[in-house]
């Protein structure tokens, strides 16, 4: 059977290649075609990293079928409807438009949170950072995590959004927005909202310096990794 496989990031660079087909015998597991690929490309290590089959996390017990799309991913390091406005976007991020989108007579707390590039970093200056993603599992993961929050707290308007691509120090990579009757609970979901990104939202970081650039080490469930 044939299953299409896609690399991100740090995987991608070890491969030199970001997707291809690869041909496995029926009934192969996702830790098969781990092993596979490894002997495909000797510079790749996929162990400690993340697999998506069709977009969900996967085990490396998972079994994969003809057509499955299989994903590669590192440790994790980021669509609108009337209450929600979520996305990954190239543009510089519009806290203040975000702001007066999140604010209604009915909402008496409206919090924010915006993560920028920060330099010096670990006592060395940073050119800029450059952001990765798996786009169409992001956006999954960001509707999966706005619903969490609705399921907490008694919330009003949310937005939540990711850079790609380069960001310069000082420039926002993420932004969140969170509205409510009262402030307890708009602070509680906004800081629930940071922390469920850096697990789960499929982007990677790389940053740049004078004299090099290296991926950022991210995070990976114990229970899923490689």
Not at 77 to 103: H, M, N
Not at 105 to 116: H, I, N
Not at 167 to 181: C, F, K, Y
Not at 196 to 207: D, G, S
């Amino acid at each position: 059977m044939r299953v299409e496989v896609r690399l991100f990031a740090l995987y991608r660079e070890q491969a030199g290649r970001d997707r291809l087909a690869l041909e496995l015998p029926e009934g192969a597991t996702v830790g098969a075609a781990k092993a596979a690929l490894e002997g495909l490309f000797p510079g790749l290590r996929l162990a400690g990293g993340l697999a998506a089959v069709n977009q969900d996390l996967a085990d490396p017990d998972t079994p994969l079928r003809e057509g499955d799309e299989l994903a590669f991913l590192p440790p994790l390091s980021g669509g609108e409807a009337s209450l929600d406005s979520f996305g990954l976007t190239r543009d510089p991020l519009d806290l203040k438009a975000l702001l007066a989108w999140a604010t209604a007579p009915e909402y008496g707390a409206v919090v924010s949170f915006l993560g920028t590039t920060r330099s010096p970093n670990r006592g060395e200056e940073v050119a800029f950072l450059e952001y990765e993603a798996y786009p169409e599992m992001a956006l999954k993961a960001m509707a999966g995590i706005l619903e969490e929050m609705r399921a907490r707290w008694p919330l009003g308007r949310i937005a939540l959004w990711h850079r790609l691509g380069r960001v310069n120090p000082g420039e926002a990579s993420i932004a969140i927005v969170v509205s409510a009757r009262h402030r307890k609970e708009a602070f509680a979901a906004c800081q629930y909202a940071i922390d469920r990104v850096k697990q789960v939202l499929p982007v990677w970081k790389k940053e740049h310096r004078k004299d090099g650039s290296f991926w950022v080490e991210g995070f990976a469930p114990e229970e899923k990794r490689l």
